[in-house]
């Protein structure tokens, strides 16, 4: 199953995995574990950082919990440049 590989690609850090899946099907970017924690909140909480900021690019909208947390590690990643690109 996909869901399954995408997930684990993302615990792995498996980036090029990760795009090879998305630009097959975008949809994966929403998905859960089955704890219920969202692909991206995943990325971040095992520090995959880059394939954090792949997730979201492709996410059309992040939840509370997603926002929160992605719009503080990437503008610690994007410097104060990047931090102007980060809506509010």
Request: with cysteine; proline share 5%.
């Amino acid at each position: 199953m996909q869901t399954d590989e995408f997930l684990e690609s993302i615990q792995k850090g498996n980036l090029s995995r990760i795009n090879q899946l998305l630009e097959t099907n975008p949809g994966l970017a929403n998905s859960k574990t089955k704890n219920g924690i969202s692909a991206l909140l995943l990325a971040l909480y095992h520090g995959r950082h880059e394939i954090a900021l792949v997730i979201a690019a492709k996410k059309p909208m992040l939840d509370i919990f997603e926002a929160s947390i992605y719009t503080r590690c990437s503008s610690c990643l994007l410097g104060p440049e990047g931090r102007d690109r980060i809506s509010p």
